[in-house]
């Protein structure tokens, strides 16, 4: 699927310099759309899990936005063909990063205006916010400060 392809099908855009022909890549493993980080949950499954509920509620056909960035703009949104991926927030993950997981039978997508697209293949997920290491020092690694685009 290109660009363009996702796009219509979601009704969603992304800022004109991407190129809309560009094939999204779908990919199975770890990886990272601007601040977001997507993680197998088979990696992370002794200390994250989703609570009571289970993978929660159908993703919806326009989509669920996950994350906007500092001044509200660029949300990167979480879209899947009907019927075939499942998320929920409510979550245990101990380094208070985690911001949903998602369970998809079908490639699901991130888009993001300045990022465009991102597949997502078939499987069980954690997707993360990113951090950094802050000037000043609170604690034993200094303070942690969360990276929003």
Known sequence: ??????????????????????????????????DLIVVPLAL????????????????????????????????????????????????HDPLRLGIAVFENTAPAYLIHPEHGGSGVAPGRWLVRRQQERGTGRTGLLGRRVLVAD
Do not use: F, K, S
Request: with cysteine; net charge negative.
């Open 1 to 34: 699927m290109d660009l363009a392809q996702l796009l219509d099908r979601t009704g969603l855009d992304v800022l004109d310099h991407l190129e809309r022909q560009t094939t999204v890549p779908v990919l199975d493993g770890l990886q990272a759309q601007g």
């Open 44 to 91: 992370v499954a002794n200390t994250v899990r989703a609570m009571a509920g289970g993978y929660g509620e159908p993703v919806p056909p326009g989509g669920i936005e996950l994350v906007r960035g500092v001044a509200g703009n660029n949300p990167h949104t979480l879209v899947a063909d009907p019927g075939t991926c499942r998320w929920t927030p409510d979550l």
